[in-house]
């Protein structure tokens, strides 16, 4: 049997430590994208759509790491209620994380968009082009999109509090890794 590890791998550091950026990245571009009526909206676009889908492919890898290599666990003397939160907000963050770009992907196909990934290569439709799903599924969208960026706010919150006031090693384990 093997030990039981106290820090996450290097490969589940370095697929949140690049998400990390991208999610906050693509929540500002999405809001700028929606706010903006001038050229900058298209190019926003443009950026938003593939860098959507690179973050569906690197949510689904980081499952597949999650579960396959697990987690450091979490400090014995963390109170009940506070363990159910953290389980729970990370599964409503990796939720958010795969949602948003599927739903996006969706509310365009909805629509009759392509998803352009570059240049003349697109991703198939995933729905059929319906007027109304689009506008079900683009508020859908717009309030997942707040709901995200709230829980990467309490997921930093608790991040610092566990290196700044707790200092029990779980910002530790994912900042730094194994010494």
Same mark, same amino acid.
């Given at each position: 049997?093997?030990?039981? $590890?106290?820090?996450? #791998? +290097?490969? &589940? ?23 903006? %009526? ?7 676009? &443009?950026?938003?759509?593939?860098? !959507? ?9 980081? %499952? !597949? ?15 009940? +209620? ?29 629509? !009759?968009?392509? %998803?352009?990934?570059?240049? +003349?290569?697109?991703? $198939? ?9 689009? &506008? ?22 608790? &991040? ?11 910002? #530790? ?7």
């Amino acid at each position: 049997m093997s030990p039981t $590890p106290t820090h996450f #791998s +290097p490969l &589940a550091r370095l697929l949140h430590w690049t998400m990390a950026p991208l999610i906050v990245a693509m929540l500002f571009i999405g809001v700028g994208m929606v706010a903006s %009526v001038s050229r900058a909206h298209n190019t926003l676009i &443009a950026i938003h759509k593939p860098l !959507g889908i690179a973050l569906l492919l690197l949510v689904v890898l980081r %499952v !597949g790491v999650r579960l396959t290599r697990g987690s450091p666990p979490l400090p014995a003397d963390m109170a009940t +209620p506070q363990r159910i939160a953290a389980k729970a907000s990370h599964l409503v963050l990796y939720g958010l994380m795969a949602a948003m770009p599927l739903i996006g992907w969706a509310m365009l196909s909805a629509a !009759g968009y392509p %998803v352009t990934l570059y240049g +003349p290569l697109h991703l $198939p439709p995933i729905t059929p082009h319906n007027v109304e799903l689009f &506008a079900v599924l683009r508020a859908l969208h717009t309030w997942l999109a707040f709901a995200l960026f709230a829980a990467v706010l309490l997921h930093l919150a608790a &991040a610092l509090f566990h290196g700044l006031i707790r200092r029990d090693g779980v910002f #530790s384990s994912m900042a730094r890794g194994g010494r």
